[in-house]
């Protein structure tokens, strides 16, 4: 299933690219995946904040299958997707920007989950102890929070749905952490065996 997701997005997103610029392929993906399901959320009847939850655990799903594929290799979707075989730093660079572009956006949706999910249980799903002003602002600061497993306490999940997300969300960032490690000492190790026998 995750294969045949991300080949899908991924020959969409190259059909963009060629049809267009690599630019455009960046901004439809950040607009699908990161903008609309926040656009949903502001959207003032009930079921858009559910539609805003559901493609953001979507993304999230993608991102986790992507992320273990990426590491634990597959052989039909590194050809469909063409994967690069890394020999070089400025390669490895693009790696780890991409690794960190895709942490940015389990952020992101994490946040609207849990705005969303504020905004289903009349928000009651958490506690804020001290709220801003600004609408999204304290949920996305409780995501950074959670997924980085720092926890202050000054927002905490207040019911059964909501404490499950963040548990997620901490599983899925440790689990993100190690195997983005994982994956950056394999890459240096290759790189330096391609070195050596050169």
């Known amino acids: 299933m995750w294969v045949s997701i991300l080949n899908f997005l991924s020959d969409l997103e190259f059909r963009i690219a060629d049809k267009t610029s690599d630019l455009c392929a960046v901004l439809f993906h950040f607009c699908i995946f990161w903008i609309f399901p926040v656009v949903l959320l502001f959207i003032p009847f009930k079921l858009f904040p559910i539609f805003g ?34 020999t070089q730093v400025q390669e490895m660079r693009q790696e780890i920007i991409g690794a960190l572009i895709k ?14 999910l504020q905004q289903v249980f009349n928000g009651k799903a958490f506690i804020i102890a001290n709220p801003s002003h600004i609408p999204y602002f304290d949920l996305f600061y409780f995501s950074v929070v959670t997924i980085t497993t720092v926890g202050y306490g000054d927002i905490q999940p207040a019911n059964g749905t909501a404490k499950f997300f963040v548990i997620f969300e901490i599983v899925f ?25 050169k």
Request: aromatic share 18%.
């Open 53 to 86: 939850i559901v493609f953001a655990v979507f993304y999230i799903y993608i991102l986790a299958g992507d992320i273990f594929l990426s590491v634990f290799g597959h052989e039909k979707l590194e050809k469909k997707r063409g994967m690069i075989d890394i």
């Open 103 to 116: 942490y940015l956006g389990a952020i992101i949706s994490f946040a609207t989950i849990f705005n969303g």
């Open 173 to 197: 960032g440790l689990g993100f952490a190690l195997l983005l490690f994982t994956m950056l000492i394999s890459l240096y190790i290759d790189i330096q065996r391609k070195k050596k026998y």
